[in-house]
């Protein structure tokens, strides 16, 4: 038997059935699942990669959207717990017939399904499925909204990088307007302490993001000198419906990072992208494959994340 536990701390005690969003979460629970999650991280190292803490539990993947990273992360998660994993894609099902969420969701739950990790168009969707199901609820990204574990994932990425994450300056680039990768990054670093600036053309930056606590620059050049941390987010094609920039190329000539830009940056600064990468627009190869990127940190890390937010809100002591 693996002796596999959150850390001990006896002052804090987890609560919470669902994650639905970091929005209503303490620093202290952030933490917590960081924490758990460095205890997690081990057991990927060992030639048999897996702990008996959810047997017999059955998680089920729902997702409405694409997904390679994500999808694959929880289920793996899922497995080194030792779940059972239910996968469900919106192509090829039901959902095709006319089948509302609610009812596919309460079907799928009628299986016996413990916890349902849910990616949604529909900004929401998980908020929805957690009032009408009584399985654990995991968003695995809403619409524009949020998406939890790839905020906490990148938290834990600047601490295991940087050796933490207070008082750090972090940029988040480029379409800050239709992400929700960012906008569970801004409270997630805002939590913790961190300070944000979000950078990017008028369009793609909401005047209104200000009130999440971070500052707004038009200009990458004029703060990547600053930055401890760029995150350089993806240009959410299939979210714009017009153009919001004259074109890619002078998008990647302001806000791209590429070897000559970054050779203006703190030496050690930390490149980070939540992917899928559109080479050549957010960044070059050069970059995102040379010694200042955490691109696949962030995704190893996102598996530890995942088995801990699992493990988690599979425990009993619920609200
Ligand atoms: C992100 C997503 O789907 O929100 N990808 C991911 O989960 N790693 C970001 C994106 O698609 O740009």
Known sequence: MDPIAPPADDAFTWTRKHLLGLDDLSADEITYILDTAESFREVSTRSIKKVPAL?????ANLFFEDSTRTRMSFTLAAQRLSADVLQFS???????????LRDTARNIEAMGVDAVVIRHPQSGAPHMLARHLNASIINAGDGQHEHPTQGLLDVYTIR???GGVAGRKVG???????SRVARSNILALRKLGAEV?????PT???KAIESMGCTICHSLDEVLGELDVVNMLRIQ??????SLFPSVREYSQRYGLNAQRLGRAKPDILVMHPGPINRGVEMTSDVADGPNSAILNQVTNGLAIRMAVLF????????
């Open 172 to 178: 988040i680039v480029g379409d800050i307007a239709h």
């Open 204 to 206: 793609l930056v909401p």
């Open 55 to 59: 047997r017999g539990k059955v998680v």
């Open 237 to 242: 094609f299939e979210r714009i419906s017009s």
């Open 90 to 100: 919106a192509a090829g099902s039901s959902v095709k017939k006319g089948e509302t």
């Open 160 to 162: 295991r990088r940087l």
């Open 197 to 201: 600036i979000v950078v990017g053309p």
């Open 312 to 319: 988690l809100v599979n425990q009993e002591h619920r609200s």
